[in-house]
């Protein structure tokens, strides 16, 4: 078992930043990479960001290429989710996911983020 808790998430004007923490516990030496996703009111939920977490390499969806950058601090077993130049379509909740071979099989709860105009 691995579990996630994510923070950070709040109300942002539009092109503001912030940063999304999430900080696994339980089997975290099995974990084999760990992502973002978002889901909006009446949108299906979608891929943002995710790293591998042994080797570090990130990978991103098109939408927040350039503008959100994954990372990850493994002595505290914690993944980021900087997230710059804020747009309204960038407003959701945000789902930190750990991958252990079982396709994102552990979530966290979610936290908000809100961009306003």
């Known amino acids: 078992q691995v579990q996630l808790v994510e923070s950070g998430g709040g109300l942002v004007q539009a092109g503001g930043s912030l940063r999304l923490s999430c900080a696994s516990s339980g089997r975290t030496l099995s974990i084999y990479q760990m992502g973002w996703f978002r889901q909006a009111p009446g949108k299906e939920r979608e891929f943002v960001a995710a790293?591998?977490?042994?080797?570090?390499?990130?990978y991103y969806a098109d939408s927040v290429k350039g503008r959100f950058t994954i990372s990850r601090d493994n002595a505290k077993n914690t993944v980021y989710l900087q997230m710059n130049s804020l747009t309204n379509a960038d407003t959701a909740g945000y789902y930190c996911?750990?991958?252990?071979?079982?396709?994102?099989?552990?979530w966290g709860q979610g936290t908000q983020v809100t961009v306003s105009s």
């Open positions: 996911a750990a991958d252990l071979g079982d396709n994102w099989g552990y």
């Open positions: 790293i591998y977490w042994r080797a570090g390499t990130t």
